[in-house]
Structures are given as structure tokens and as C-alpha cells.
């Protein structure tokens, strides 16, 4: 079965910091490029950071994040993190791991960890 699941999400103070996790299981892990999106309460989905196939030598972030927030991939653990820091009330959102192209938010992707910023 194919399958995300996120975890590391919780109950951050504004200006902390959190990693998220995002295990992969069922498919071949490191052809695929993987995105980090996102969704705040009463929000469409929106794309956060993504990283290349194989060695992740590209990455990309959304211009609300760069700087910030650092995704990763260790294909041996078919595993994708998003490093948080510096986060503000407005990073307040449910966060997915999923597959795809860069800037894609309709790919395959996993129940979500719930990330709550407050100031």
C-alpha cells in the first residue's frame, strides 16, 4: 500500500522552532521529487518547500517560508522533514508531506500533522 504519514507537529510558542517528519512506504522513494504543503483553518492548500528525486540536490521554498524553513530527505529511511524556525502565528496550518512536481498541491500526500503557533 502507498502510503505518507507526518508526524513532529504540535504547540510552538512564535519565534520556536519544530521538525516535521514524513515516513514513505509502498513505493520507490527516492525517484520521487516530495513537497511539504500546507493548509490553515479555513484555507485551500498551499505549497510550502519541495525537494529534487535521488541525491535532493534542489530545493525550493515558497517566498512566506524561505529562510526559514528547510526541507531534507534520506532516501535510505524513505523519509522527507521540513525544519520549522522562527515561526509566526501565521504558520498556523495542518502540514502534508506529498509526492510530486514542484509547486504541485494535488499529488499524493498523508493525513498531516498539525503545526499551532501562538504568540
Known amino acids: 500500500e502507498v502510503q505518507l504519514v507526518e508526524s513532529g507537529g504540535g504547540l510552538v510558542q512564535s519565534g520556536g522552532s519544530l521538525r516535521l517528519s514524513c515516513a514513505a512506504s509502498g513505493f520507490r522513494f527516492e525517484i520521487y521529487n516530495m513537497n511539504w504543503i500546507r493548509q490553515p483553518p479555513g484555507k485551500g492548500l498551499e505549497w510550502v518547500a519541495g525537494i529534487s528525486s535521488y541525491e535532493g540536490r534542489s530545493t525550493f521554498y515558497s517566498d512566506s517560508v524561505k529562510g526559514r524553513f528547510t526541507i531534507s530527505r534520506d532516501n535510505a529511511k524513505s523519509a522527507v522533514y521540513l525544519e520549522l524556525n522562527s515561526l509566526k502565528t501565521e504558520d498556523t496550518a495542518m502540514y502534508f508531506c506529498?509526492?510530486?512536481?514542484?509547486?504541485?498541491?494535488?499529488?499524493?500526500r498523508g493525513q498531516g500533522t498539525q503545526v499551532t503557533v501562538f504568540s
Open positions: 506529498a509526492r510530486g512536481q514542484k509547486y504541485d498541491v494535488s499529488g499524493l
